[in-house]
T-cell receptor, first 115, second 117 residues
Framework: DSGVTQTPKHLITATGQRVTLRCSPR?????VYWYQQSLDQGLQFLIQ???????AKGNILERFSAQQFPDLHSELNLSSLELGDSALYFC??????????????FGEGSWLTVV | AQSVTQLGSHVSVSEGALVLLRCNYS??????LFWYVQYPNQGLQLLLK??????LVKGINGFEAEFKKSETSFHLTKPSAHMSDAAEYFC???????????????FGQGTILTVHP
């Protein structure tokens, strides 16, 4: 158990709908990351937050958004869902946002299936 | 920009044989390098990491990796494979110089390790 908690673990929804994935980082970790894992794209970095502020942005679609709240938990919002959004979404956390101490720990992931 | 290439999407070994999973990186700054393992239907677990200290890094479950700057490689090895090592392994790189990359990880495509009895 990495200490990173993600909910829900599984989610099935229809095209065009909107979902929210939730993540609680490890105790004491200030940085949160979101990754998408799919068969065709592999593991893709989406976005990083540090203590509530956006730090880095990757291949995140405009239909997707995220935020980190004052209690450090994070949410990833996916809207106007398409079949191709079906994937495993990982949340990860680390104490700092960069440097040698930046060991990133991953949650179990949220399986999203769009039908 | 940083990237990672894992040579071989599938590797098959016999139980007790040497495990060698290959990873080459590209980075414009001295990199931090990681190996993660993903067991079926589970998340990513950190095996080991290199952060510019010793070039030979020992990790969990008997795995180790050697950083070779001249070869831009960070191959993962284990002297004797166990059935429980069957999983997908990911090599990843992050930069150590801030900028826009911060600490995010860039992953390779993964290598599925199969262990035969």
């Amino acid at each position: 158990d990495s200490g990173v908690t993600q909910t829900p673990k599984h989610l099935i929804t229809a095209t065009g709908q909107r979902v929210t994935l939730r993540c609680s980082p490890r105790s004491g970790d200030l940085s949160v990351y979101w990754y998408q894992q799919s068969l065709d794209q592999g593991l893709q970095f989406l976005i990083q937050y540090y203590n509530g502020e956006e730090r880095a942005k990757g291949n995140i679609l405009e239909r997707f958004s995220a935020q980190q709240f004052p209690d450090l938990h994070s949410e990833l919002n996916l809207s106007s869902l398409e079949l191709g959004d079906s994937a495993l979404y990982f949340c990860a956390s680390s104490v700092v946002d960069r440097g040698p101490g930046n060991t990133i720990y991953f949650g179990e992931g949220s399986w999203l299936t769009v039908v | 920009a940083q990237s990672v290439t894992q040579l071989g999407s599938h590797v098959s070994v016999s139980e007790g044989a040497l495990v060698l999973l290959r990873c080459n990186y590209s980075s414009s700054v001295p990199p931090y390098l990681f190996w993660y393992v993903q067991y079926p239907n589970q998340g990513l677990q950190l095996l080991l990491k290199y952060t510019s200290a010793a070039t030979l890094v020992k990790g969990i479950n008997g795995f180790e990796a050697e950083f070779k700057k001249s070869e831009t490689s960070f191959h993962l090895t284990k002297p004797s494979a166990h059935m429980s090592d069957a999983a997908e392994y990911f090599c990843a790189v992050s930069g150590n110089a801030g900028g826009t990359s911060y600490g995010k990880l860039t992953f390779g495509q993964g290598t599925i390790l199969t262990v035969h009895p």
